[in-house]
């Protein structure tokens, strides 16, 4: 039994596994091995290589042909049947046609009846290729001009440059200076005809294809990756969590396979107020190799390769102006909002001739580096202060007193105004801050949050003025939020926030509230979610240090939190002009060298 086990792939500890741990591949491979030990002479298989990887595939093709009986499968894999079978038993429409030869033979038979449904099918795809041709036929045309007309001037450039190393022009400054106001009136014309742009339907440049509506019974434990809605967060696509469906499958469904290039994009999402992560209409580019399936409510949006560029499309998106429509193009039941297939396709969109496009791409990347540049800074101040903070209260002095959170500051309560009343909130009133606001923008600093409350919202609610300095934190769904006010506030009643004693200082009781995180979460009760009370807040049991070692823990972290909060801010700048620049430059209010010193 360990043998035939062997042969199979289940070796060491794997032979003492139950049934129940076992993937959909392995259950595969030992119905497999209890059919080869009972030693039949005849077996009837359906897709035997569905759910195995490629060793389990090899380890089935090896036991196979050493199979003395007869076999009957039915496979879509091809080098499968073509290794094994040795007889063909072709279905139609018309019937059954039993051939006693090989896969490769029959193939070799039927080849000129394969070449005639290919050029059939080649001819199809040539007649919708004009089509797309006419609907595109004049952008090209304008899209070359531009593009000849650059390349001229850039030539012409490269010549005046040459001329630099001509004695007759480095030893004349008057000639000197005539060529590079030559060169800059070149550069300037080139940045104009960049700059010119027509307008079309995305449908005119691209190919938008719905994802497909995967049955339940279709999804397996392994096999070909379905991207969902799920796996497309923040713009981005995340690989985890993948599902799967067999071979045979994505075979049937072969229009909605993605490829390396595409921009997929979610029809269905949250409003703009919702969760910006998971709103509707956000994008991602598919940068994989391999195959990939689109489930539904996604799209793929594959650009026209000599029209748009995929990377320009991708930030044309994803920019706040094509996020905002998208967001509102369509009514919304509740939270949730849906883009039909005809907003899309219908979406305008300008577009500047290809090398124009490629600057742009450039610029957005360029910004893209300096916001990458400012988290690591971020992230690399907040290891050194947390460190510091782990292994000063990690390793308390003798002299350090126990006590309870309530005697290292006050811990407030928020409120809610009635949302019945409209005067109650304002557009620039007192700052009130959701734990929504921190999900969002996850910052360490906040100053305000999506909804101001008014004076007389103040006066009839809950709500408290909390001093800059206040570390606020989130005490129920979720629990753990964590950010320090820069200026005055107002919370909602899902925080218990702490004003430190002027001893204690922000910076202690922010990383003394992440340290003590675990033990909160613990504490928390609640049937439907759990909740930190107030009370128990205060009591939570802490240790406090000596005045001498508060003071230097402050005097460390003072300087860390001031770069933090600059670093914040120039992050939220510039992703503010990386979600504009590109409609900026189309619509002539910046030009690319403009934003490059915006940057």
Request: glycine share 6%.
């Amino acid at each position: 039994v360990r043998t035939a086990l062997g042969c199979f792939l289940f070796s060491g500890d794997d032979v003492f596994k139950t049934i129940d741990c076992l993937s959909g591949g392995e259950k595969v491979r030992l119905s497999l091995v209890k059919l080869m030990l009972k030693q039949p002479n005849f077996l009837i298989m359906d897709e035997p290589t569905n759910h195995l990887d490629l060793a389990g595939k090899e380890a089935l093709e090896k036991s196979l042909s050493e199979y003395d009986g007869t076999m009957l499968f039915v496979s879509h894999d091809r080098y499968f049947i073509n290794k094994l079978a040795t007889s063909i038993l072709y279905i139609d429409e018309n019937g059954a046609t039993f051939y006693r030869m090989s896969y490769q033979d029959y193939l070799d038979r039927n080849k000129q009846t394969i070449e005639d449904k290919n050029v059939k099918v080649k001819r199809e795809q040539n007649n919708k290729q004009v089509k797309e041709e006419k609907k595109s036929i004049n952008y090209s045309r304008e899209v070359k001009k531009l593009e000849k007309l650059i390349d001229q001037k850039e030539i012409e450039i490269e010549e005046l440059r040459e001329l630099r190393f001509d004695p007759e022009y480095y030893h004349d400054y008057q000639k000197m200076a005539l060529l590079d106001d030559k060169i800059d009136m070149l550069n300037n014309e080139i940045e104009n005809l960049m700059m010119k742009w027509e307008e079309y339907t995305l449908n005119k440049v691209c190919s938008v294809i719905c994802g497909t509506v995967f049955k339940k019974n279709d999804f397996s434990d392994e096999g070909i990756p379905v991207i969902k809605t799920a796996n497309i967060k923040s713009n981005k696509i995340s690989l985890k969590k993948l599902s799967y469906v067999p071979e045979s499958v994505a075979e049937k469904k072969a229009k909605s396979q993605i490829m390396s290039g595409d921009i997929l994009f979610s029809m269905t999402g949250n409003k703009m107020d919702g969760n910006p992560h998971n709103c509707v209409g956000r994008v991602a580019m598919f940068k994989e190799q391999g195959k990939y399936m689109l489930n539904q409510r996604l799209c793929i949006i594959r650009p026209e390769k000599d029209l748009i560029d995929s990377e320009f499309l991708y930030y044309y998106l994803s920019s706040q102006e094509a996020q905002s429509y998208f967001a509102n193009c369509t009514p919304t039941l509740g939270k949730q909002a849906n883009v039909s297939l005809a907003d899309i396709n219908n979406y305008k969109i300008k577009l500047p001739c290809m090398p124009a496009q490629k600057r742009i791409v450039e610029v957005q990347k360029d910004i893209i580096r300096r916001i990458d540049q400012c988290e690591k800074e971020m992230e690399t101040l907040e290891k050194h202060a947390w460190l510091y903070f782990e292994d000063l209260y990690g390793n308390p002095k003798a002299e350090w007193e126990k006590g309870i959170l309530a005697d290292l500051g006050s811990v407030i309560a928020g409120g809610t105004p009635s949302k019945d009343k409209e005067e109650y909130f304002s557009e620039k009133g007192i700052p009130w801050i959701t734990p929504r606001d921190l999900s969002h923008k996850r910052v360490k600093f906040i100053s305000r949050g999506k909804t101001d409350i008014s004076e007389s919202g103040l006066k009839n609610s809950s709500a408290s003025i909390l001093p800059a300095g206040t570390v606020l934190f989130s005490s129920r769904a979720p629990i753990g939020y964590i950010a320090i006010a820069t200026n005055e506030v107002t919370t909602n009643q899902g925080f218990r926030s702490v004003i430190p004693k002027e001893k204690i200082g922000t910076e202690f009781i922010y990383y003394l509230l992440k340290y003590l995180l675990p033990m909160i979460q613990d504490m928390a009760v609640g049937s439907l979610f759990k909740e930190i009370s107030g009370s128990e807040m205060k009591k939570i049991p802490v240790m406090i240090p000596d005045d001498e070692t508060l003071e230097r823990f402050h005097n460390f972290c003072q300087p860390i939190f001031e770069k933090q909060i600059l670093l914040e801010e120039e992050k939220q700048r510039l992703e503010s002009l990386q979600k504009n620049a590109i409609m900026k430059i189309l619509s002539g209010e910046y030009d690319i060298d403009h934003i490059r010193k915006l940057i």
